[in-house]
Every structure is written in structure tokens, then in C-alpha cells.
């Protein structure tokens, strides 16, 4: 007999479960050693640990990881960014470049944190709206 826990676990598990820091809503994981080629777009949370060769885009919250690559523009409602994205970063909200980042391409944000040690070479705009 499945205990409630044990339950629960199970059915998160069969209807996708939330990303840690990233809300209570169902989020794409997207594992390292894993390479998307083309476009990627996504209405949910996503959280990309591996290489998209292509657009992104995501209509909420992007999470990039440490190994996670862009190859082409990505587009998103908020993010944070700690691994490479080769390409033009327009984002409506916060975004977030963590210390690990590097971003080769222009930036169009709400608003931004930067961590020293992010890198980007491009131009930067910030306020307004990204679109």
C-alpha cells in the first residue's frame, strides 16, 4: 500500500513537477549531454542544462545552468544566466547574470542584476521593454 508521500511523489512525477527556484508551476528540463537543434519554445518554466542550436523561447521564468548553451537568440519573461548564450538576450523582466555567465550578443532587459565575473560583449539596454 503507497503512503500519501509516496503518492504524491508518483503523480508529480507522471504530471512534471516544479524546478526549485523557479515557482510552483510546471517547468522543461532540459538535461546536460542533451542538444536541441532548431527553434524551442516553450509557455512554461524552463531550465536548460544542455545546448539549444536555435531560438529560444520561453514565456516565463529561463533558467540557464552553469553547462547550459544558446546558440541563437533567447527570449524570455525573466531569466538568469550562468552558462553561454551566443546570440541576442531580450528580456521583458529581470534577468540575472550570475558570475559564471558570458553572453556574446546585445542585451535588451526590464531590469538586471550582474554578479562580478558575468561577461557580455555586446551593447546593453536596460529599462523600457525588451522586446
Request: proline letters at 2%; glycine letters at 16%; aromatic letters at 2%.
Amino acid at each position: 500500500m503507497a503512503t500519501s508521500k509516496a503518492k504524491a511523489a508518483k503523480d508529480s512525477t507522471r504530471t512534471g513537477s516544479s524546478v526549485p527556484g523557479m515557482g510552483d508551476g510546471k517547468s522543461c528540463v532540459v538535461s546536460s549531454g542533451t542538444k536541441i537543434e532548431g527553434n524551442f519554445h516553450s509557455k512554461e518554466n524552463i531550465r536548460l542544462d544542455g545546448t539549444v542550436s536555435g531560438e529560444l523561447i520561453c514565456d516565463k521564468k529561463m533558467v540557464l545552468g552553469p553547462q547550459g548553451k544558446v546558440e541563437g537568440n533567447l527570449n524570455a519573461q525573466d531569466a538568469v544566466i550562468m552558462g553561454q548564450v551566443d546570440g541576442d538576450l531580450n528580456v521583458k523582466g529581470l534577468l540575472t547574470l550570475e558570475s559564471s555567465s558570458v553572453i556574446i550578443g546585445n542585451i535588451k532587459a526590464g531590469r538586471i542584476q550582474v554578479q562580478e565575473g558575468a561577461r557580455y560583449e555586446g551593447t546593453c539596454h536596460i529599462g523600457g521593454t525588451a522586446k
